[in-house]
């Protein structure tokens, strides 16, 4: 791996956690997201303090696959780094410098527990032993980052001594015990963004998993735990979130495009006209009710998944679930919030995004409709100038 991109994890709301942090510049800078079926880019910049927007984009991967819009790729680095390119003409980008996003799906990301005594000079050594228990491909084959997370007893005590004057105390499963958080990459998968960047011709000494860019730019000053529900194209990604920590991250093998492919199966209609229909009806049974059942069953799988994910947690840590934030573009889709509301009985929101930067006011309907989308390339660019 280059030694350029250095090893660093911080905690806490104010620069939340990082992998292979960079430099942080005061110009200008890009956040870009390469997804599974499309690329969002998003540019801002840093004036007096504030962070500017000034320019954002999106473009659909399909058709580089000689696919339909909306459909998951697998392309080469040529195809995507061309994406790139065209994105970034199109969205009337100025600069070459950005941060660009690791895919979750692309990593694992877990938590284990040590004796309390553990220092961090002692992680070095006892990391790679352990994560040999959850990584099924030789240590030499990946790249391993990680940070200790402090006791829960340090986290609560600032958020509940206001209004106790008490701190939490530590549950019995973790007493005695200390967490570390473990990222672990593969180095194919580095080199083959730093190939895109190299093709792209963008400047970066930076990637940053992508929970961490939606984090950023999603959360406010939020300790309590809240649930991070990414819903993209090919997976959903769960990430339980406490104090700006991820406690508990999840994959669920499905997304936005199965929902499409099994309307247009179930219709016999086009993918094309079933995506179309998935934005325009969604959950709304007044609307079109066989179309909104077809679509249920997906949601219920990924809500079934999720319910699983959350108990197990709240049985650890004897904590509930403050709220869920959902982002990703299959977020958007009609009638997801109120019947994700039920199936949690907690409040549920969309993330936005836009807010963390200034943009002229006649842009902020349409921002809000669409910062879902945009979450994790705003938290990338947002890391450059905080």
Known sequence: MDNSLKKIISSGLSSLTNIFSSNKSSVSVLGIDIGSSAIKVVQIKSQKGRAILETYGSISLGPYGKGEVGQVTNLSTDDIAHAVI???????????????????????????SLPDKVTEGELSTIIPTEARKYIPVPISEITLDWFMIPPEATIFENSQEGQSGKSAVLSSSTQGKVEVLVVAIHNETLSR???????????????????????????????????????????????????????????????????????????????????????????????????????????????????SVVLAYEKKYNRSISKI?????????????????????????????????????FLEPVLKNSGPEFAIAIGLALRSLS
């Open 86 to 112: 065209d994105v970034l003409k199109e969205s009337n980008t100025t600069t070459q410098f950005g941060v660009i996003a690791i895919p979750s799906s692309s990593s694992l990301i877990f938590t284990i």
């Open 325 to 361: 934030i959902m982002t990703g573009g299959g977020s958007m889709l009609p009638g997801l919030i109120e019947d994700a509301t039920k199936a949690f009985r907690a409040e549920v929101i969309h993330g936005d995004p836009f807010r963390k930067v200034e943009a002229p006011a």
């Open 193 to 307: 963004f730093q190939e895109i960047l190299t093709k792209s011709q963008l400047k970066s000494d930076s990637f940053e998993m992508e929970i961490f860019g939606n984090i950023r730019s999603s959360f406010d000053h939020d300790m309590a735990p809240v649930l991070l529900l990414d819903f993209g194209a090919s997976k959903t990604k769960l990430s339980i979130v406490e104090a700006g920590i991820v406690r508990v991250f999840h994959v669920v093998n499905r997304g936005a495009q199965d929902i499409t492919h099994n309307l247009s199966s179930s219709l016999s209609i086009s993918f094309t006209d079933a995506e179309k229909i998935k934005r325009e009806v969604g959950l709304n049974t007044s609307n079109n009710a066989e179309v909104a059942s077809i679509i249920k069953l997906s949601t219920d799988y990924i809500f079934s998944d999720t319910n």
